[in-house]
């Protein structure tokens, strides 16, 4: 199949979460598109604003990132060409400019949508094809692949940059697999030491603000789990459908979206009133 290349082969900026299926997105991009992927800029939430604006080329592909509206109507007023893949709730129903190219789909991670697309105009991806499936099962908390784990535990460890180096061949490397294993013993009895309590058998709330993603891992007979992550915030896990409860919160005033089964919560005050509203919720 012909390869077709993106911007008229002009060079574009990437920018992505900082996460494991914010990485492997850059990667694929850059296996496939080379030096035309000028800068990476990772980041969070926090520093998204400030991303966007730094706009050292004209063209853009975001990855693995939910928009507000205000972000959507920056970026269009900043780029020329934009490519939007997503799979995040919060990026649905969203009003962005038709002329853009917009994958959303709550269905699989970022990195794999990143992968059908890439697949679709043309590009073999099938040496990446391992490093896909794995991260897909951990970032969609299905776990059905020891693999997720091993590459989480060895991105929190090496950080962005040197993941993307230590991966962009699709190749493990055995001292990193190693120290992942290391890294998993480390973990476990890290947060078989955090404080932790259930709520008459229905909803379980640990205090951590280490290894988020992996303390319901830890405890995986519960459906329903709240970490207490920070100064007013929360992670929330369930096996329903969260996006009613992100609605409630929403209306309520209160910040909150994120996966269908996972996702994050920005409160203004007391964090029972919130855990209090997820009881609810869950008990149905």
Known sequence: MKQSQIFNSEKCISISHWDLDGVFSPILLKHCF??????????????????????????????????????????????????????????????????????????????????????????????????VDATE??????????????LNNIFWDINFWKFMEAFKDFKWDPILMERAKEIEVEKHKAISEMETYVIEDILRVTIGSEYISDITLHYPEEKHQVIISGKNKLSIRSSNDLSEFYTILNDKGIEAGGHKNAGGVTYPGDSMEVIEEFYNFVRG
Not at 125 to 131: C, I, R, T
Not at 137 to 150: A, K, T
Request: proline share 3%.
């Open 34 to 131: 080379g030096d035309q992927i000028k800068k990476v800029s990772p980041c969070g939430y926090g520093k998204l604003d400030a991303v966007i604006k730094n706009n050292a080329c004209k063209n853009l592909i975001i990855t693995d990132l939910s928009l507000t509206q205000k972000q959507i109507d920056d970026v269009d007023e900043l780029y020329q060409e934009v490519i939007w893949i997503d799979h995040h709730l919060t990026s649905k129903g969203l009003d962005y400019p038709n002329h853009w190219t917009v994958m959303i789909d709550t269905r699989a991670c970022a990195t794999k949508l990143v992968y059908l697309w890439l697949q679709h105009i043309g590009y073999d991806l099938s040496v990446a094809k391992e490093f």
């Open 137 to 150: 099962s951990y970032d969609m908390w299905r776990h059905d692949d020891p693999n997720g784990m091993i």
